[in-house]
C-alpha cells in the first residue's frame, strides 16, 4: 500500500503540482499559506533534486513558527501535510525510519488539536492508514479502523469532504475481503472524485484527494477486472486531470 | 477608486480574524477572492446589484449588501452548530486523561501472555500492578485491591471477579475481552470524574461497534462457550454469550499439581447491547450473570477440611449519552446484586448484596483551551448476612462452639463532583477536580480534591505530577461487618519516554497515606499506613517479531497503629517482571513472563499458653517473611484464517518451573507451625477458539 502511495504522490507532485494552483491571490498582504500545497509540493521536488531534505525541512520550520506565534490552526494542518511530504521523502531515501518518525510526529501533531476541522479528521485518518505498514502487522486492523472513523467524523462534520471519501476508499481497497473490505471502494471513490470537482480552489485550503482517487479507482477496476469500467474512468480521469504524469503513465501500463 | 473596491474583515464571534474565507458575489463568484492571515480582503464591487456571500469551513455561511462609502467591512460568522454524534464523542477520550498511565486495546489483552485473555488479568505486567496475590483483582501501587475501583462504562463493579478465593485457575474477571474496547488504568491518582476511589481505577469501555455478523465457539481444558455478535443495522448491535465451566479435564490433567482444589464449575451469560436510535444519542448495556460453586481443601488457623462456596450474582451497566455541540450528557445506571454461601468448618455464612447505581454527568469545553465536566452520583448498597461464627476466632474446628448472627447494613451516599481541564499551551495541560458528599448521615461531609500537570518535555518525553486526596468505603465481609470511611493522600511523578524506535522508557515515584484499614486477624483498625513506591519500566521491540519488557518496583509499606509502628506485607517489596513476546501472523505467537519478588511478610502466631486459648503473637504484625517467589509463565497460539472464518489453538503453562510460592504459613491445631501454604503450582490448560 505504502509503495503505491509513494509512487502515486511522487510522480503526481513531480509533474503535476500546476494544476491545482488556479486560485487567485487574495490580498495584498500574502503569506506562507497563500499556495501553501503548492509551495509544499515544490519544496518537495526541490529536496528530492538536490538529495536534501533542508527545503522541506525549513518549510516546516516556517510553519511551526507560524503555528506558535499566530495560533491559527491551519498552521497545523499544513505542517501536518508537509511531514506526511518528508515522510515521502525518506521513503525514496530508502530510511523507514526517519519515515516513520515524521509520520508520527504528523499523526500526534493533528491529535493534540481540541479543535479540530473535517479536514483535520481525514488527514488525520489518512496519515494512520499510510502509518500501518510502520507498524506491527496485528495492529494494522486497528489503525485501519482508527482512520476509517476519522474519515467518517470528517464526513459528520462536512458531508461533501472528497478527502474524507479517499481515505475511506483507500482503506476499504485494503481491507481484506473476510473483514468486510472491497464492498464500497468504488462508491467511495465516486463520490471523493465528484467532490474533489464541485470544489472552489481555495489558496489556503487543501485541494488534493481527487486525483489520488481516480488513480485508486482504476487500480480497483484492474483488481476486479472490470475492463469496461476501467476504459471509461481512465478516460474520464485523463479529461479531468490530462497533465497528470501518473494517469498517464497508468493508461501507458494499462494498454 | 475606493467606491469600485470593497474592502472588509471576516471575524469570528470572538473578534479573531478568520483566514480562508471565500468571499464572493453571488452572481459574479468570479470575482470572488479569500481572506488572508489577517482575515483581510479586497474585491471589486460588483457591476451589478448583487448580494456578498461569505463562507468558511466549519462556519454559517452568510450574506449581506454591501454600500458603498461604508468600509471597511467587519463580517461576524458564527460556528457551526455541528449535530456531534454518538462516533465524536466516542472518539473523544476521557477529560481526565492525563492522569492515565495506559489504555489497553482489545488486541492487547488478546496478545499479553499473561493475561490469558482476561482484562483485568492484563493488567498484572504492568509496573504499576503490585498484585502479590495471584487475583485478578487489581492491586495498584501498593494499596489493597478492595481500593481500587473497576467501572463498566462509568457504572463501578466492586469485586469484579470469579471464585476470588481460589487458589488456582478461578482467578478471572468477570469480564469478557470480546465485548471490551478500551480499558483506561489510573493506577494512583483516580480522577474523580470516575469516582472517589482512595487507590487506583480501572475504567472499562464496552465496543461501540460491530463490523459483521460472528459467531465464537470456545472450548478448552475447563470450559466450553459461545458468543454471538448480530447487528441490528450499521450503528445498533449485541453481543450475547454463554459460557459453562467445569473442572474434570483440568483437574485430571493437573491432578498431582493441584491438590488443595477438589472441584469448580460454573455456568454464565453476558449481554452486550449498543444503540444509536439517533445520530446524537447512544445507549450501552451490559447485563451479566454467574453461577458458580467450588471446593477447596484448605488450612485455616490450624484447621484442615473442606471450603465450600457458591454464589449467583447478576449485574448491568447502562449509560445514555445525548452528545451536543461541544459536549455530552450521560446518565449511569447500575445495579448489582449477588448471594454467596461458604462454609468451613464451623463457620456459616451467608450474604446477600444489593448495590444501586445512578449518577449523571455533563461534558463539556468552554473553548479550545478550557474543558469541564461536573456531575452528581447516587449510590445505595445493602448487605443481609446470615451467619453462623466461630465463638473463639482461633477455634474453627467442625466441633468447636459457634454463634448465629444476623445482620444488615445499609449505605448511602450522595456526591457531587466538579472537574477542570486547562490547556494553556500545547505542551502543558492541567487538570484540578474537587468531590463533595452531600448527605451528612452515616458519614458525614467530606471532600475530595486532586489535581495534576502534564508537561509534553520534547516529542518523546513527558512528565505527570499529580496529587490529591480521597476517601472511598470498605466492602464489608462477614468477619468485619461495618462499612468504614476510607482516606488517602495520594502524590505520584510519573515520567515517560517513547522512541521513534518504539522504545518506552517509563519511571514513577509515589507516596501514599492511607487510614481506615481494618486488621482482622489482629481485630484492629490501622491508625495509618505509608506506601513509597518507585517503578521502572523498559520495553521494547527487538526485531519485527520479537519484543521484550522488563519492569522492576520497590515498594516501601509501613503501618502505623497504638503508638507502634510495623511492616505492611509488601513492605520492602522488590517485584520483577520480564515478558520476552515472538508474534508471528504467519506463524505463531508466543509469551514468556517472569515474575519473581522477595517475599511477602506475614504475622507469626505462637501457641497458645494452655489449651483452648488464643494463640499468642510473637511479635508486631507482620513479623515474618515468606520465601522469595518466582513464576515463569508460558502461552503459545496459533492463528488459522480462512476466509471469513478463522481457528486459534492456544496453550498457557502457569509457573512452569513448578517453583512452590509459599503464600503464607501453616499451623496446626495447637498452633504450632506446620509447614507453609502456596500458591498454584505448574498447570497446564489449553483450547481452541472458532470464529465463524
Given at each position: 500500500?505504502?509503495?503505491?502511495?509513494?509512487?502515486?504522490?511522487?510522480?503526481?507532485?513531480?509533474?503535476?503540482?500546476?494544476?491545482?494552483?488556479?486560485?487567485?491571490?487574495?490580498?495584498?498582504?500574502?503569506?506562507?499559506?497563500?499556495?501553501?500545497?503548492?509551495?509544499?509540493?515544490?519544496?518537495?521536488?526541490?529536496?528530492?533534486?538536490?538529495?536534501?531534505?533542508?527545503?522541506?525541512?525549513?518549510?516546516?520550520?516556517?510553519?511551526?513558527?507560524?503555528?506558535?506565534?499566530?495560533?491559527?490552526?491551519?498552521?497545523?494542518?499544513?505542517?501536518?501535510?508537509?511531514?506526511?511530504?518528508?515522510?515521502?521523502?525518506?521513503?525514496?531515501?530508502?530510511?523507514?525510519?526517519?519515515?516513520?518518525?515524521?509520520?508520527?510526529?504528523?499523526?500526534?501533531?493533528?491529535?493534540?488539536?481540541?479543535?479540530?476541522?473535517?479536514?483535520?479528521?481525514?488527514?488525520?485518518?489518512?496519515?494512520?492508514?499510510?502509518?500501518?505498514?510502520?507498524?506491527?502487522?496485528?495492529?494494522?486492523?486497528?489503525?485501519?479502523?482508527?482512520?476509517?472513523?476519522?474519515?467518517?467524523?470528517?464526513?459528520?462534520?462536512?458531508?461533501?469532504?472528497?478527502?474524507?471519501?479517499?481515505?475511506?476508499?483507500?482503506?476499504?481497497?485494503?481491507?481484506?475481503?473476510?473483514?468486510?473490505?472491497?464492498?464500497?471502494?468504488?462508491?467511495?471513490?465516486?463520490?471523493?472524485?465528484?467532490?474533489?470537482?464541485?470544489?472552489?480552489?481555495?489558496?489556503?485550503?487543501?485541494?488534493?484527494?481527487?486525483?489520488?482517487a481516480y488513480e485508486m479507482l482504476i487500480r480497483f477496476y484492474e483488481r476486479e477486472r472490470e475492463d469496461q469500467q476501467?476504459?471509461?474512468?481512465?478516460?474520464?480521469?485523463?479529461?479531468?486531470?490530462?497533465?497528470?504524469?501518473?494517469?498517464?503513465?497508468?493508461?501507458?501500463?494499462?494498454? | 477608486?475606493?467606491?469600485?473596491?470593497?474592502?472588509?474583515?471576516?471575524?469570528?464571534?470572538?473578534?479573531?480574524?478568520?483566514?480562508?474565507?471565500?468571499?464572493?458575489?453571488?452572481?459574479?463568484?468570479?470575482?470572488?477572492?479569500?481572506?488572508?492571515?489577517?482575515?483581510?480582503?479586497?474585491?471589486?464591487?460588483?457591476?451589478?446589484?448583487?448580494?456578498?456571500?461569505?463562507?468558511?469551513?466549519?462556519?454559517?455561511?452568510?450574506?449581506?449588501?454591501?454600500?458603498?462609502?461604508?468600509?471597511?467591512?467587519?463580517?461576524?460568522?458564527?460556528?457551526?452548530?455541528?449535530?456531534?454524534?454518538?462516533?465524536?464523542?466516542?472518539?473523544?477520550?476521557?477529560?481526565?486523561?492525563?492522569?492515565?498511565?495506559?489504555?489497553?486495546?482489545?488486541?492487547?489483552?488478546?496478545?499479553?501472555?499473561?493475561?490469558?485473555?482476561?482484562?483485568?488479568?492484563?493488567?498484572?505486567?504492568?509496573?504499576?500492578?503490585?498484585?502479590?496475590?495471584?487475583?485478578?483483582?487489581?492491586?495498584?501501587?501498593?494499596?489493597?485491591?478492595?481500593?481500587?475501583r473497576v467501572l463498566v462504562n462509568g457504572v463501578p463493579i466492586y469485586r469484579p471477579v470469579r471464585n476470588t478465593q481460589?487458589?488456582?485457575?478461578?482467578?478471572?474477571?468477570?469480564?469478557?475481552?470480546?465485548?471490551?474496547?478500551?480499558?483506561?488504568?489510573?493506577?494512583?491518582?483516580?480522577?474523580?470524574?470516575?469516582?472517589?476511589?482512595?487507590?487506583?481505577?480501572?475504567?472499562?469501555?464496552?465496543?461501540?461497534?460491530?463490523?459483521?455478523?460472528?459467531?465464537?465457539?470456545?472450548?478448552?481444558?475447563?470450559?466450553?462457550?459461545?458468543?454471538?455478535?448480530?447487528?441490528?443495522?450499521?450503528?445498533?448491535?449485541?453481543?450475547?454469550?454463554?459460557?459453562?465451566?467445569?473442572?474434570?479435564?483440568?483437574?485430571?490433567?493437573?491432578?498431582?499439581?493441584?491438590?488443595?482444589?477438589?472441584?469448580?464449575?460454573?455456568?454464565?451469560?453476558?449481554?452486550?447491547?449498543?444503540?444509536?436510535?439517533?445520530?446524537?444519542?447512544?445507549?450501552?448495556?451490559?447485563?451479566?450473570?454467574?453461577?458458580?460453586?467450588?471446593?477447596?481443601?484448605?488450612?485455616?488457623?490450624?484447621?484442615?477440611?473442606?471450603?465450600?462456596?457458591?454464589?449467583?450474582?447478576?449485574?448491568?451497566?447502562?449509560?445514555?449519552?445525548?452528545?451536543?455541540?461541544?459536549?455530552?450528557?450521560?446518565?449511569?445506571?447500575?445495579?448489582?446484586?449477588?448471594?454467596?454461601?461458604?462454609?468451613?468448618?464451623?463457620?456459616?455464612?451467608?450474604?446477600?448484596?444489593?448495590?444501586?447505581?445512578?449518577?449523571?454527568?455533563?461534558?463539556?469545553?468552554?473553548?479550545?483551551?478550557?474543558?469541564?465536566?461536573?456531575?452528581?452520583?447516587?449510590?445505595?448498597?445493602?448487605?443481609?448476612?446470615?451467619?453462623?461464627?466461630?465463638?473463639?476466632?482461633?477455634?474453627?474446628?467442625?466441633?468447636?462452639?459457634?454463634?448465629?448472627?444476623?445482620?444488615?447494613?445499609?449505605?448511602?451516599?450522595?456526591?457531587?463532583?466538579?472537574?477542570?481541564?486547562?490547556?494553556?499551551?500545547?505542551?502543558?495541560?492541567?487538570?484540578?477536580?474537587?468531590?463533595?458528599?452531600?448527605?451528612?448521615?452515616?458519614?458525614?461531609?467530606?471532600?475530595?480534591?486532586?489535581?495534576?500537570?502534564?508537561?509534553?518535555?520534547?516529542?518523546?518525553?513527558?512528565?505527570?505530577?499529580?496529587?490529591?486526596?480521597?476517601?472511598?468505603?470498605?466492602?464489608?465481609?462477614?468477619?468485619?461487618?461495618?462499612?468504614?470511611?476510607?482516606?488517602?493522600?495520594?502524590?505520584?511523578?510519573?515520567?515517560?519516554?517513547?522512541?521513534?524506535?518504539?522504545?518506552?522508557?517509563?519511571?514513577?515515584?509515589?507516596?501514599?497515606?492511607?487510614?481506615?484499614?481494618?486488621?482482622?486477624?489482629?481485630?484492629?483498625?490501622?491508625?495509618?499506613?505509608?506506601?513509597?513506591?518507585?517503578?521502572?519500566?523498559?520495553?521494547?521491540?527487538?526485531?519485527?517479531?520479537?519484543?521484550?519488557?522488563?519492569?522492576?518496583?520497590?515498594?516501601?509499606?509501613?503501618?502505623?497503629?497504638?503508638?507502634?509502628?510495623?511492616?505492611?506485607?509488601?513492605?520492602?517489596?522488590?517485584?520483577?517482571?520480564?515478558?520476552?513476546?515472538?508474534?508471528?501472523?504467519?506463524?505463531?505467537?508466543?509469551?514468556?513472563?517472569?515474575?519473581?519478588?522477595?517475599?511477602?511478610?506475614?504475622?507469626?502466631?505462637?501457641?497458645?499458653?494452655?489449651?483452648?486459648?488464643?494463640?499468642?503473637?510473637?511479635?508486631?504484625?507482620?513479623?515474618?517473611?515468606?520465601?522469595?517467589?518466582?513464576?515463569?509463565?508460558?502461552?503459545?497460539?496459533?492463528?488459522?484464517?480462512?476466509?471469513?472464518?478463522?481457528?486459534?489453538?492456544?496453550?498457557?503453562?502457569?509457573?512452569?518451573?513448578?517453583?512452590?510460592?509459599?503464600?503464607?504459613?501453616?499451623?496446626?491445631?495447637?498452633?504450632?507451625?506446620?509447614?507453609?501454604?502456596?500458591?498454584?503450582?505448574?498447570?497446564?490448560?489449553?483450547?481452541?477458539?472458532?470464529?465463524?
Amino acid at each position: 500500500m505504502q509503495h503505491l502511495l509513494i509512487t502515486t504522490m511522487l510522480c503526481f507532485t513531480c509533474l503535476f503540482f500546476s494544476q491545482t494552483a488556479g486560485a487567485s491571490p487574495a490580498s495584498p498582504n500574502d503569506s506562507l499559506l497563500n499556495g501553501i500545497e503548492q509551495t509544499i509540493d515544490r519544496k518537495f521536488v526541490s529536496s528530492l533534486a538536490r538529495g536534501q531534505v533542508r527545503p522541506l525541512a525549513e518549510l516546516i520550520t516556517q510553519l511551526e513558527q507560524g503555528r506558535t506565534l499566530t495560533r491559527q490552526p491551519l498552521y497545523r494542518y499544513w505542517q501536518a501535510y508537509a511531514l506526511f511530504w518528508q515522510a515521502i521523502y525518506h521513503m525514496q531515501q530508502e530510511d523507514t525510519k526517519e519515515a516513520e518518525k515524521a509520520t508520527d510526529a504528523a499523526i500526534a501533531l493533528l491529535k493534540k488539536s481540541n479543535n479540530k476541522t473535517a479536514e483535520d479528521y481525514a488527514l488525520l485518518g489518512f496519515l494512520q492508514g499510510f502509518s500501518i505498514p510502520f507498524k506491527a502487522s496485528l495492529r494494522a486492523p486497528f489503525i485501519s479502523a482508527q482512520a476509517s472513523k476519522n474519515a467518517r467524523i470528517a464526513l459528520e462534520m462536512q458531508p461533501d469532504n472528497a478527502r474524507a471519501y479517499y481515505v475511506l476508499g483507500n482503506n476499504d481497497y485494503y481491507t481484506p475481503a473476510q473483514f468486510g473490505g472491497g464492498e464500497k471502494v468504488e462508491e467511495y471513490l465516486r463520490k471523493a472524485i465528484e467532490l474533489a470537482a464541485a470544489q472552489t480552489p481555495n489558496p489556503y485550503l487543501p485541494a488534493w484527494g481527487g486525483e489520488q482517487a481516480y488513480e485508486m479507482l482504476i487500480r480497483f477496476y484492474e483488481r476486479e477486472r472490470e475492463d469496461q469500467q476501467l476504459e471509461q474512468t481512465l478516460a474520464a480521469a485523463l479529461r479531468a486531470y490530462p497533465d497528470s504524469f501518473r494517469l498517464n503513465e497508468l493508461a501507458g501500463n494499462l494498454n | 477608486m475606493a467606491q469600485d473596491t470593497l474592502r472588509g474583515v471576516v471575524l469570528n464571534q470572538q473578534r479573531e480574524p478568520l483566514m480562508a474565507a471565500h468571499v464572493y458575489w453571488q452572481k459574479q463568484p468570479s470575482l470572488g477572492t479569500f481572506t488572508d492571515i489577517q482575515g483581510r480582503f479586497t474585491l471589486p464591487f460588483s457591476t451589478v446589484a448583487d448580494s456578498l456571500r461569505i463562507s468558511l469551513l466549519g462556519y454559517e455561511e452568510t450574506g449581506l449588501q454591501p454600500q458603498p462609502g461604508a468600509q471597511p467591512l467587519e463580517i461576524f460568522l458564527s460556528a457551526t452548530e455541528y449535530e456531534l454524534s454518538a462516533l465524536l464523542v466516542e472518539g473523544k477520550d476521557p477529560i481526565s486523561d492525563a492522569f492515565l498511565l495506559t489504555k489497553q486495546e482489545q488486541l492487547d489483552i488478546y496478545l499479553n501472555p499473561v493475561a490469558a485473555a482476561d482484562p483485568l488479568r492484563a493488567l498484572i505486567n504492568l509496573p504499576a500492578s503490585t498484585n502479590t496475590s495471584e487475583s485478578a483483582n487489581p492491586e495498584l501501587r501498593g494499596s489493597s485491591a478492595d481500593r481500587s475501583r473497576v467501572l463498566v462504562n462509568g457504572v463501578p463493579i466492586y469485586r469484579p471477579v470469579r471464585n476470588t478465593q481460589i487458589n488456582g485457575i478461578g482467578n478471572f474477571s468477570l469480564f469478557n475481552t470480546e465485548l471490551l474496547q478500551h480499558q483506561y488504568v489510573y493506577p494512583t491518582n483516580a480522577p474523580l470524574t470516575r469516582g472517589n476511589s482512595t487507590a487506583g481505577a480501572v475504567a472499562i469501555e464496552t465496543v461501540k461497534e460491530l463490523p459483521q455478523n460472528y459467531t465464537q465457539l470456545s472450548l478448552g481444558l475447563a470450559n466450553a462457550g459461545v458468543l454471538r455478535g448480530q447487528r441490528l443495522d450499521e450503528h445498533n448491535f449485541f453481543q450475547v454469550y454463554t459460557n459453562r465451566q467445569f473442572s474434570g479435564g483440568f483437574l485430571t490433567l493437573n491432578q498431582s499439581k493441584i491438590r488443595d482444589l477438589e472441584s469448580f464449575q460454573s455456568q454464565d451469560a453476558g449481554f452486550n447491547l449498543h444503540l444509536e436510535p439517533l445520530p446524537d444519542l447512544q445507549v450501552d448495556l451490559l447485563a451479566y450473570g454467574i453461577d458458580e460453586s467450588y471446593g477447596l481443601r484448605l488450612n485455616i488457623l490450624g484447621q484442615t477440611g473442606p471450603l465450600e462456596s457458591q454464589r449467583q450474582r447478576y449485574f448491568h451497566a447502562l449509560r445514555l449519552r445525548k452528545s451536543y455541540r461541544k459536549g455530552s450528557l450521560s446518565l449511569h445506571h447500575g445495579f448489582d446484586g449477588s448471594k454467596t454461601y461458604f462454609t468451613f468448618g464451623n463457620t456459616d455464612s451467608r450474604q446477600r448484596q444489593r448495590n444501586l447505581y445512578t449518577a449523571f454527568d455533563w461534558r463539556r469545553e468552554l473553548n479550545e483551551r478550557w474543558e469541564m465536566q461536573t456531575g452528581i452520583v447516587h449510590e445505595q448498597q445493602r448487605y443481609f448476612f446470615h451467619d453462623s461464627l466461630p465463638v473463639d476466632w482461633f477455634r474453627n474446628g467442625l466441633d468447636d462452639p459457634a454463634f448465629a448472627e444476623a445482620d444488615s447494613l445499609r449505605m448511602q451516599r450522595l456526591e457531587t463532583y466538579r472537574y477542570v481541564r486547562y490547556q494553556p499551551h500545547d505542551d502543558w495541560l492541567l487538570q484540578a477536580g474537587l468531590r463533595m458528599s452531600l448527605l451528612k448521615r452515616d458519614f458525614g461531609r467530606y471532600l475530595s480534591g486532586q489535581f495534576s500537570a502534564r508537561h509534553q518535555l520534547t516529542r518523546e518525553q513527558a512528565l505527570l505530577l499529580s496529587g490529591g486526596y480521597y476517601q472511598s468505603f470498605s466492602l464489608p465481609t462477614s468477619f468485619d461487618k461495618q462499612i468504614r470511611l476510607l482516606n488517602s493522600w495520594q502524590l505520584a511523578l510519573d515520567y515517560d519516554y517513547l522512541s521513534t524506535e518504539d522504545l518506552h522508557l517509563h519511571l514513577a515515584a509515589y507516596y501514599k497515606r492511607e487510614s481506615g484499614q481494618y486488621d482482622p486477624l489482629q481485630n484492629q483498625l490501622e491508625d495509618h499506613r505509608k506506601i513509597f513506591g518507585l517503578e521502572a519500566l523498559i520495553e521494547q521491540p527487538l526485531t519485527t517479531y520479537w519484543s521484550y519488557s522488563l519492569s522492576g518496583t520497590w515498594l516501601q509499606q509501613r503501618v502505623f497503629g497504638a503508638g507502634q509502628e510495623w511492616s505492611g506485607t509488601q513492605d520492602q517489596l522488590f517485584l520483577a517482571k520480564a515478558l520476552l513476546q515472538y508474534r508471528h501472523p504467519d506463524w505463531f505467537d508466543f509469551g514468556l513472563n517472569y515474575i519473581t519478588h522477595n517475599g511477602l511478610w506475614t504475622t507469626r502466631l505462637s501457641p497458645a499458653a494452655e489449651p483452648g486459648l488464643a494463640p499468642s503473637f510473637p511479635g508486631l504484625p507482620n513479623d515474618f517473611r515468606l520465601r522469595p517467589y518466582g513464576s515463569l509463565n508460558l502461552s503459545l497460539s496459533r492463528y488459522f484464517p480462512w476466509g471469513k472464518r478463522s481457528l486459534v489453538l492456544f496453550l498457557n503453562v502457569n509457573n512452569l518451573l513448578d517453583q512452590g510460592n509459599e503464600s503464607n504459613l501453616r499451623y496446626t491445631p495447637d498452633f504450632h507451625e506446620n509447614g507453609r501454604e502456596y500458591y498454584q503450582r505448574r498447570s497446564i490448560y489449553f483450547g481452541l477458539v472458532w470464529k465463524l
